[in-house]
């Protein structure tokens, strides 16, 4: 019997070595016979060069580093219909070069297996293209992991107080006092109960300490500070707005505690950082737990010079899995100058531009805020409501105008770079689409690949607008289920009218609009194929019951393209990935199921059992760090993306809603 080989990390060479495993239950693989008889596996665990590489190179052989053979396949690709699967008894070639050689029937592929080829059976399951995050801030996600977190969940005033005085025990007790900052990320802007309850740093004053204390919220556009944290930052009732924010103040004018949006970095700009060397670790933690979930490819949506560096230290130590498109973060003082903005970008790309792994041309701009109540910064085209059907004379804030946003997207699509906006409310939406227009008359461009995250809320109007301008709309439909933000948080202050163009996918879809995928991690815990199940059912693992499925439940073909060749299409990358085609890069998982014929609830549970970049394998789940990082992954598939009670900190289920719209 053979040993069985490890596979090559993601810093070995592009291609795919030899692998194995003993156990009934694990991955049937052939290893490298006449390596293994040479070498044995200790030896090829040290090598910098796989013995496939090695043996290829000495003999000029043209037979496949790696076949995946007895798969479903789903390719991605459009056959003029909307099934894009091959299979059963499918496989696919993986070249030395990391690209995909062949597709086909496992007979019509043997000819690809050599000596020296590593052989998968995929067992029935699917095979498809890696997952695309067209959305996502993965080191934040780092960051984050270095504190402690309320996850997203609802609680009481007391329970809220129990929950950060265990939190300020950890953290230090009486040693910490009075200056060490307590800061916790993942707190609930909506999940103050009753629902409706205005957090005030009053509150957070009530705990028995001195020290500065912050929450931070999962949203990333809401930030709760305690009396200590204001003073520090020098925040008082004649501190001004800064541009982009807003410091929320009572009634009696002083601030609440509450800030919103770019006046979080008021009191952030205090917090001491983590060390470098934390946080390298914590992100390359992260990235690994991102390649266990099967994502291949990212476009970071908040970057600047600080997180660039951190790519450059992860490049630089072999720790950077996936391939990273990363949107240069422009703020709405910067929104007005385009020149100056352009020179700004260019400057990043010039530095930064030899980083592995890294393709520039994008960059980023937030339109609105956030539409929930309290919080209620998305920019609306109909002011919000109070909660009992009267208007308010609130529509919400509007960072950056359509003019602006039109010459700026002008100026960026000619020099070649692409816009992602931020547009979460109706009037967000409609504002990025009008900039979008006003660019295309004036740059004569007809393809710039410019995108619109997140679209809470479209008018109907503007739905065939997505296809007419070339808009891809990219979605986070995990969050279009029945839960306390959709229902409770936001039925009664926009209407039922409105709330039925949440999330309108399908109608989108119909639209003509090219639709992407993004899971803005770490806004929610990293969940892929809840997310993918939760666009197809609307309601997820999660959520109290089905939000609108009728009318914007997407098919599984589309939820699946979305997911992969969508996002190569928004981030210009369709001709490198997102389809299983003869010439592709090999950017693939092998799942535990065949996602395209399981019940649909069955999505929510996948696990990903090998993910490969490039023909490189990121991701093994019957290695050892492979086992432990599936387990981290498992973990966060079977906790909600929004807890809505407070035992959701402690791992209990959340209490179910009652509501009845969808």
């Not at 006046?263 to 950082?273: I, N, S, T, Y």
């Amino acid at each position: 019997m053979t040993t069985p080989l490890p596979l090559p990390r993601h810093g070995s060479p592009a291609a795919v070595s030899a692998s194995g495993s003993a156990s009934a239950s694990a991955l049937s693989r052939r290893g490298l016979i006449a390596a293994a008889g040479a070498a044995g596996a200790v030896g090829l665990l040290g090598a910098t060069a796989s013995p496939a590489v090695a043996a290829a190179g000495s003999s000029g052989r043209a037979s496949a580093a790696l076949v995946l053979h007895n798969a479903r396949v789903f390719t991605g690709v459009e056959r003029g219909g909307p099934d894009a699967t091959d299979g059963p008894g499918r496989s696919v070639a993986v070249g030395r070069d990391g690209r995909i050689l062949a597709v086909g029937p496992d007979a019509a592929l043997r000819r690809y297996v050599g000596r020296d080829t590593e052989t998968v059976d995929a067992r029935g399951n699917t095979v498809m293209s890696g997952i695309h995050d067209g959305h996502v801030h993965p080191l934040g996600a780092g960051d984050r992991s270095l504190r402690p977190s309320l996850e997203g969940a609802e609680t009481t005033e007391a329970e809220l107080r129990a929950i950060l005085g265990g939190f300020l025990a950890d953290s230090g007790g009486a040693g910490a006092e009075p200056d060490r900052w307590l800061v916790v990320e993942d707190w609930n802007p909506v999940g103050l109960l009753p629902i409706g309850t205005p957090p005030h740093h009053r509150m957070l004053d009530e705990l028995a300490t001195r020290r500065p204390v912050i929450l931070v919220g999962g949203d990333g556009h809401n930030l709760w500070a305690n009396r200590r944290a204001l003073d520090i930052a020098g925040i008082t009732a004649t501190t001004p707005d800064p541009v982009g924010g807003r410091i929320v103040k009572g009634t009696d004018g002083l601030p609440t505690g509450v800030l919103k949006d770019d006046a979080q970095d008021l009191v952030k700009r205090h917090v001491p950082e983590p060390s470098r060397a934390e946080l390298v670790a914590a992100c390359a933690a992260v990235l690994e737990l991102a390649a266990a979930s099967g994502v291949t490819t990212m476009m970071d949506a908040l970057v600047g010079r600080h997180e660039l560096s951190l790519y450059q230290e992860l490049a630089g130590a072999g720790r950077l899995p996936q391939r990273i498109v990363p949107a240069i973060r422009l703020d709405a003082a910067q929104a007005k100058d385009p020149e100056a903005a352009l020179a700004y970008a260019r400057g990043l790309r010039r530095e930064f531009e030899g980083v592995p792994g890294l393709r520039f041309g994008m960059v980023k701009v937030f339109l609105d805020g956030v539409i929930e109540h309290p919080a209620q910064t998305a920019a609306l085209l109909e002011p919000y409501l109070d909660g009992a059907g009267k208007p308010t004379e609130n529509r919400g804030e509007l960072y950056t105008s359509a003019t602006d946003y039109g010459r700026l997207t002008a100026a960026f699509n000619s020099a070649g770079w692409q816009m992602h906006a931020h547009g979460l409310g109706d009037r967000a939406v409609r504002t990025a689409l009008d900039g979008n227009a006003y660019a295309r008359r004036a740059t004569g461009s007809r393809d710039p690949r410019n995108a619109v995250a997140h679209l809470q809320l479209v008018d109907p109007a503007d739905l065939r607008r997505f296809a007419q301008l070339g808009v891809a709309a990219c979605m986070q439909l995990q969050w279009a289920a029945r839960d306390t933000w959709t229902m409770e948080a936001l039925l009664p202050y926009i209407g039922p009218r409105r709330h039925r163009w949440m999330y309108p996918a399908r109608s989108l879809e119909r639209a003509g609009a090219r639709l992407a995928g993004g899971s803005d991690w770490p806004v929610d815990a990293l969940q892929v194929w809840n997310q993918l199940r939760t666009a197809i059912d609307r309601q997820g693992a999660h959520g109290s019951g089905p939000l609108y499925r009728e009318l914007e439940g997407l098919g599984r073909s589309s939820v699946l393209r979305m997911h992969t060749a969508g996002t190569a299409w928004q981030l210009r990358q369709e001709g490198l990935t997102g389809t299983v085609e003869q010439g592709r890069a090999a950017d693939l998982v092998l799942l535990d199921r065949d996602v395209t014929r399981c019940p649909v609830a069955d999505i929510s549970g996948t696990e990903v059992r090998l993910t490969l970049v490039g023909g490189r394998v990121v991701h093994d789940a019957d290695s050892a760090a492979g086992r432990a990082t599936s387990a981290r992954a498992a973990g966060r598939a079977a906790s909600g993306p929004r807890p809505v009670s407070a035992a959701a900190v402690h791992g209990g289920r959340h209490r179910a809603c009652g509501c009845t719209a969808g």
